[in-house]
């Protein structure tokens, strides 16, 4: 009765419908199942086992168990992920809420604009000012200063380099008021 066949006839239903009424997964079920009897057989082979439904029952209730204890680890974790997530995204919309379009503008974020321009190469400042402030195209701006249209997309490009280094506090704001410009 040790072989590997007449066990698995034995107690596969049995065993497979103990575990499928915990883990309501069939294919779990199945996987534990089948290690618990070949768990089970190797026991026989190496010793005898005076009562091999009991210890079939062990396995099974210690495979399930574990199952059982790691899926519910798996499904906090996935909750407590979700929750950092869930406020997260709170934060963003009530932020998003509270930034007000007047202050986008505002006097603190003027001054510091006007603190760093002073900061730029006359010339990039005086272009970046134009493109800007004045909204000309980097065509226009070319055609007026007597530049290539590289070298005036260069100016540009330096003073929002410097814009964002000083402006990382004003981030968001730096974003909209320039950079979509």
């Not at 790691?70 to 932020?95: D, G």
Request: charged content about 30%; overall charge negative; some cysteine.
């Amino acid at each position: 009765m040790n072989d590997f066949d007449s066990i698995y006839q034995r107690w596969y239903k049995k065993s497979f419908a103990f575990a499928k009424s915990y883990l309501h997964d069939s294919m779990a079920a199945e996987d534990i199942v089948s290690e618990s009897i070949i768990k089970l057989w190797k026991s026989m082979s190496e010793s005898n086992i005076e009562h091999p439904d009991a210890l079939l029952f062990t396995i099974l209730r210690n495979k399930t168990l574990d199952y059982l204890k790691h899926e519910s680890i798996r499904k906090n974790a996935e909750k407590e992920m979700q929750e950092t997530l869930n406020r997260e995204l709170a934060l963003r919309i009530s932020t998003l809420e509270a930034c007000d379009p007047d202050e986008i503008f505002s006097t603190e974020l003027r001054n510091k604009i006007e603190q760093v321009l002073t900061l730029l190469p006359p010339k990039t400042r005086e272009i970046f000012e134009l493109s800007r402030f004045e909204g000309l195209s980097a065509k226009a701006i070319a055609e007026e200063k007597g530049l290539s249209v590289k070298s005036v997309e260069y100016h540009i490009t330096q003073a929002l380099k410097k814009l964002r280094r000083e402006l990382k506090d004003f981030l968001p704001l730096f974003i909209f008021a320039f950079l979509f410009h």
